[in-house]
């Protein structure tokens, strides 16, 4: 069965804190990217990933960096965490563009992010 | 205005009925369509993904797009508590664009024994 592997369900972290949420997938896929899910706004693109070491800014990357050293895996790095990223945080993976279902997104479970 | 528009709901029906699951857009480039289904404390899956206009089914669930009036449904039928979700809709004007998806805010379903 084919898998997007967040981490962490929960995570509990104080303000200011430096926040890492792993992604790890399974499928060979070129694509990863960062979502958060918050009520009411949807699903909110973060950043993304072509390839590795590639890394391209979605539409709310203020706040947050990320890592891409290997195919399978992403990183989300909240470099000091407010109570304003309080969220839950989803990791998506598809396969490259040229494919014809680059657009075809496979999610983890999600982490569900406190910061208080 | 939202590029994607979605009723939150939520909408409750009894087991076995037909369920109509909407979205409307503003933006006409859009051509590939997609349904996600979210079950509580867990990520989207894919449902149904769908090109252009027309309708396609997959067991018990169609799905159809209607460009002209910008508008993609989601039918499921002889609906089942199993079904109980929220469902978004997602759209994107060409493939290899992934991250020009545009999602809808979803719609929470429950269906009642």
């Known amino acids: 069965d084919v898998k997007v592997t967040q981490s962490s369900r929960y995570l509990v972290k104080r303000t200011g804190e430096k926040v890492f949420l792993e992604c790890v997938q399974d499928m060979d896929h070129e694509n990863m990217f960062w979502y958060r899910q918050d009520p009411g706004l949807g699903l909110r693109l973060i950043y993304f990933s072509y390839d590795v070491k590639m890394k391209e800014k979605g539409d709310i990357p203020e706040g947050y960096s990320v890592s891409r050293e290997k195919k399978e895996r992403f990183s989300l790095i909240l470099e000091s965490a407010s109570t304003n990223q309080t969220s839950m945080y989803l990791c998506?993976?598809?396969?490259?563009?040229?494919?014809?279902?680059?657009?075809?997104?496979?999610f983890g479970s999600g982490t569900q992010l406190s910061v208080l | 205005q939202k590029e994607v528009e979605q009723d939150p709901g939520p909408l409750s029906v009894p087991e076995g009925a037909i369920v109509s699951l909407n979205c409307t857009y503003s933006n006409s480039a859009f051509q590939y369509f997609m349904w996600y289904r979210q079950y509580s404390r867990k990520g989207p899956e894919l449902l149904m993904y769908t090109y252009s206009s027309g309708n396609k089914e997959d067991g018990r669930f169609t799905a159809q797009v209607d460009k002209s009036s910008k508008y993609i449904s989601l039918f499921i039928r002889d609906s089942q508590p199993s079904d109980s979700a929220t469902y978004l809709c997602?759209?994107?004007?060409?493939?290899?664009?992934?991250?020009?998806?545009?999602f809808g805010t979803g719609t929470r379903l429950q269906v009642t024994l």
């Open positions: 997602a759209m994107t004007s060409n493939t290899g664009t992934a991250s020009k998806l545009t």
């Open positions: 998506a993976s598809s396969r490259g563009a040229g494919t014809g279902v680059s657009e075809k997104l496979f």
